[in-house]
């Protein structure tokens, strides 16, 4: 038969529809207690979860960390600035380790000149390579 070309059965329909419901899928539809998706929850993030690199992340990822945690940035503390369109996490050190006093509310203009002044990019090369 070919691909595409075939209409399907009321009887083909039912068994795809009970399909889709989860009649015969023993796991679709089965509740979890707010417990046990808590547990759940909790083995996929930090260390314990599967795509943990620890200090090896890279700094975009670093970034959202501090994020997550501290909340995005409102005002700017090298200028001063509340007006900015926009605020970031900038790492002081440029090591980007998991460290929250190391990271410093910036607008988008001061943290560039931040990563410029500081030789940000050539710390950014020497730990790709390493």
Not at 6 to 17: A, F, G, L, Q
Not at 52 to 79: F, N
Not at 107 to 125: A, G, S, V
Request: glycine share 8%.
């Amino acid at each position: 038969m070919k691909r595409g070309t075939y209409i399907r059965t009321v009887e083909m329909n039912k068994r795809r529809s009970e399909r889709m419901m989860g009649t015969g899928n023993n796991r679709f539809g089965v509740k979890l207690s707010e417990k046990t998706k808590t547990k759940m929850s909790l083995a996929q993030r930090g260390e314990k979860g599967n795509g943990w690199k620890g200090d090896m992340t890279k700094p975009s990822a670093m970034h959202i960390w501090v994020e997550s945690i501290l909340g995005k940035p409102r005002k700017c503390e090298h200028c001063g600035s509340t007006t900015a369109k926009k605020y970031e996490w900038s790492n002081k050190e440029h090591t980007y380790l998991r460290k929250l006093e190391d990271y410093q509310r910036l607008c988008t203009r001061c943290h560039r000149l931040w990563d410029i002044e500081n030789n940000c990019f050539d710390n950014l090369k020497n730990k790709k390579k390493e």
